[in-house]
């Protein structure tokens, strides 16, 4: 079975066993998911929506703005292909033209309320009086969590192409360097093997605290710590995410241990990862650690899947007790904030989940990595 | 007056005027516009909301996950900063909870439907039911859609700088380099001068037809078309859009001819340009010179207004009936499709409104730009 057909077997198996008659997709990465189209504008242009509709008797249909049917034609595997004109109709409108021609009239349809606008949902129900719209977010979250090998290749490859890229701008900078010049330096590394940036948090010496902060023109000192989080696309629509410290020249010794402690919670948190546990364990094994190590605990989370989204389902945190499976695979994030030295440090590695454990997808880095003094 | 106070009474006045209560507002760019805080996981997480609560006494609250909160105390001028910790309570139920406090529970209140989601504005109808909640999405448009002289100065900047970026990697780039080589050098430049990559479509040959094609490994040989479209963030929320069109060696004659209509036909265009025509006008006046030219003319919008959003209001477009006024910045960016050849041609530029007509932000290109041969 290819893999469009095996995904939308469990789409259509699981909208009949909730009761459903169709769903209706339009979350960027679900859209992507199941059309095996990826649309740049469906994220940097929210209002040209797209759509995939699947009905209870296992039909999928693929609507975009006809700026980009070309594209679909050629990437996706949908044959049935529908259209809008920009400005001459709502997509929201044509897509319940497309309920009408499926006579889903007073269809139960399930939706994904985290992702649709109000003003589009609003256009559904206008358009479809007798149709009951309800949630299908996890439903829909939960079918792309469990990755085929081909989607765990893909998210592997990326992620060792980022840290690579990481890795080699840190230990070709030198002081005196611009933090601006040292994340340029790693994201032409990323471009130049085919990944796209997507996000690009790099900073250094006090900045470090600055959760999503950006590089700037910080010129980079001997002792100052450096923290980023950088992420791209591979090869057209799989995501890495990485986050890695550094120091110039020398770590002192606390910049060493806090590090080392860190690494510590990092390690006994992959190594808990195995099925048949909920999700929020890992998240108090690596609580557990922090306090063992007596080191400040406060993340509302401790990582997340990743896929063709940054943030998939299941995020690791107290309340989440989806039960761990193999094909999950995760990215295991501990950060930690040093309050007296004014310094924030991060790593992030990604595992996937196996029949009895886990396997590592990217390499952890057990020292500070040294930009050369 | 601050560029907060400023912003702040123009919201305060328009809601008044609309007879509302309050306004909540929460798409990225207009969040970024009222807090003057950029926080890229607004965009990169959408489940991660921040909301601008302005209230009809032109009070503004600021609510963002906690994870965030040093870097909106650190960048945003609002001080009344509130926070909610991500997976213990919804956005939209914090948000709430901040109208409650404001004694805003027989409110009128306008929302942005077109980006709110349809669960969150469900969590707000539950705990706000005497609330009237209805569309502010134009009014807020409008409000951005007017540009500050500092706005326009950053947005010049970034186009300019987008530009010479553009034209150093085609003109030192040379037959046999990938397509992915030459944008990795356009990008490159463009993040050593401080811009963040934010799209990227790059194509060339016969994929110059797909609209928004990313770069691959084809190789560039003499006779191809280049056609690329991209843009980035500066300094720190501010776009740049723009697109040129190549050649490899030299170019055609059909080549050359085709280009030389496009670029007719955004000059017609942009000459036009002047206060108090409706927006509609430009569109009429791009698709006659294509008429004249006898190329065909398919484009369901030949440009947008642009600032820290990408396609921002107006759309030039035959529907928008917007007057053109003075401080608009406007994108316009004809498109030829050459099926004879297989081609696409793309040309964008930028200009604002000045009290009479226009002033370019960025040149336009006369003719293809020729890859050394």
């Known amino acids: ?203 250094s010496g006090p900045n470090t605290l600055l959760v999503h902060g950006e590089p700037g023109s910080r010129s980079l000192q001997p002792g100052d710590l450096i923290r980023l989080d950088v992420g791209g696309r591979w090869p057209s629509h799989y995501l890495s995410d990485m986050a890695r410290t550094a120091v110039v020249a020398a770590p002192a010794p606390q910049q060493a241990d806090n590090y080392r402690k860190l690494y510590n919670a990092q390690m006994e948190t992959i190594e808990a990862v195995r099925p048949g546990i909920p999700i929020s364990d890992l998240y108090h094994v690596c609580a557990a650690s922090y306090g063992r190590q007596n080191i400040p605990f406060s993340m509302p989370h401790i990582g997340h899947s990743m896929g063709i989204g940054l943030h998939e389902h299941p995020l690791i945190h107290p309340g989440e007790t989806t039960l761990i499976q193999p094909g999950m695979v995760l990215n295991i994030e501990p950060f930690l904030a040093d309050p007296v030295r004014g310094e924030g440090y991060h790593i992030e590695d990604l595992v996937v989940v196996t029949d009895t454990s886990y396997r590592l997808l990217t390499d952890p880095t057990p020292e500070l990595i040294v930009v050369p003094g």
């Not at 909730?18 to 992507?32: F, H, N």
């Not at 606008?117 to 149709?131: E, G, N």
């Not at 765990?152 to 070709?172: D, F, K, N, P, S």
Request: net charge negative.
């Open 1 to 203: 079975m290819s893999t469009f057909h095996s995904r939308l077997a469990k789409v259509q198996q699981q909208l009949i066993s909730d009761g459903l008659d169709a769903v209706l997709i339009m979350s960027p990465a679900a859209t992507t998911y199941l059309s095996g189209c990826y649309l740049l504008t469906q994220t940097v242009i929210p209002k040209r929506e797209a759509y995939v509709l699947v009905t209870g008797s296992g039909h999928a249909s693929y609507l975009v703005c006809n700026i980009e049917e070309k594209m679909a034609r050629e990437d996706s595997w949908i044959e049935d292909l529908h259209t809008y004109v920009e400005f001459k109709e709502e997509p929201a409108t044509a897509v319940s033209r497309l309920l009408h021609q499926h006579n889903l009239t007073h269809a139960r349809v399930g939706i994904e309320t985290h992702t649709l606008p109000t003003a589009s949902a609003q256009l559904l129900r206008d358009a479809l009086p007798f149709c009951t719209f309800s949630s299908w977010d996890t439903p829909m979250a939960e079918i792309m969590m469990i990755k085929e090998p081909e989607e765990v290749a893909a998210i592997e490859t990326a992620g060792r192409l980022t840290l690579r890229a990481i890795t080699h701008a840190l230990t070709h900078a030198a002081p005196g360097s611009s933090e601006r010049a040292v994340f340029t330096a790693m994201m032409t590394e990323m471009m130049s093997h085919g990944l796209y940036p997507m996000f690009n948090v790099f900073t």
